[in-house]
């Protein structure tokens, strides 16, 4: 009897196990009952009905599906290899369980072929640098298509889209075509500046030697001139004679004779200066020879030589 009991004990002690159910925080319950849903349980313990009652647990974290290479024809009639990531949560976790086989490979179809569409409306050359517009676009259709399913697509990644390898050699020899013809243009453009600078440096140089030159014949002239007036204007002060005119003269002709020259070229005003110095030489006469003439005073001796 004592055995009878323990084992009904133990029964009921399992049955109650069975009941209990521990929800983690990042999942949510759905409890069935017959084979019909019944509620949701949020996280922590969760009592149910052993053998009528059935718990499915879902799990609300983000999640990923990893959508396999598949070989896309772009607008160009170029084949290219395209793999990417989709990034998804589950907000409503009766739908994701009652409304979708398997998510994951509905998710994962829908990506490839909607991938197919987008690449193959643009060419090579934008499929490689559209990865922005690509996974933009492919995010909303993706989101849109599983809104019923009870998920949101949060973000979408392209992993790579890779050309053919004869595609790959023909991109790399055009790309260092036009970086030779790039560093070609510089160069050629760093030779034509350096060119314009060196002419222009000359021109300003040349303008600068110009201009000193110039200054240096007007202030020369300046002085000369201002030389000019001012012994014009001592001359006149002074009121030169005649004899004193006649004796410049003559130390003119002095310091013409004291050259090399071998040759001297009078003037034809000559006749008229010559004319006055002979007589200045005249009256230099009369003024001599009185002084001569005059007997020594008395008691003066004959002067001694």
């Known amino acids: ?104 490979l509905a998710a994962t179809k829908l990506a490839q072929t909607n991938l197919r569409n ?44 890779e050309p053919p390898q004869e595609v790959i050699d023909a991109m790399h020899r055009q790309m260092k075509a036009e970086r030779d013809r790039r560093a070609m243009i510089l160069e050629a453009e760093g030779h034509k500046q350096s060119a314009i600078l060196k002419a222009e440096g000359e021109a300003e140089a040349i303008k600068k030697v110009a201009d000193a030159d110039k200054y240096q014949k007007l202030t020369v002239a300046k002085g000369e001139g201002e030389a000019i007036q001012t012994v014009y204007n001592a001359i006149h002060d002074g009121r030169p004679t005649n004899d004193l005119i006649a004796i410049k003269y003559l130390e003119a002709l002095q310091a013409i004779a004291d050259g090399k020259a071998t040759k001297i070229f009078l003037p034809l005003e000559t006749s008229g200066v010559l004319g006055s110095i002979g007589g200045i030489a005249e009256l230099l006469k009369e003024k001599v020879a009185p002084q001569r003439s005059e007997p020594p005073t008395r008691g003066q001796g004959t002067p001694q030589p």
């Open 1 to 104: 009897m004592i055995g009878l009991y323990a084992a009904v004990v133990v029964l009921v002690l399992i049955i109650a196990a069975r009941g209990l159910k521990i929800v983690r925080p990042w999942q949510k319950a759905l409890i069935e009952r017959l084979g019909r849903y019944q509620r949701t349980a949020d996280s922590g313990l969760s009592i149910i009905i052993p053998f009528m009652e059935k718990m499915i647990k879902v799990d609300m974290r983000e999640q990923v599906v990893d959508v396999p290479p598949q070989g896309v024809i772009t607008k160009d009639n170029v084949v290219v290899e395209v793999d990417a990531v989709v990034y998804y949560e589950v907000t409503d976790p009766v739908k994701v369980t009652y409304n979708v086989a398997s998510f994951y």
């Open 118 to 161: 987008l690449i193959g409306d643009l060419a090579l050359d934008e499929s490689l640098t559209s990865r922005e517009m690509i996974n933009t676009k492919l995010r909303d259709v993706l989101d849109d298509a599983t809104d019923k399913w009870g998920t949101k697509v949060t973000r979408v990644e392209l992993q790579r889209i």
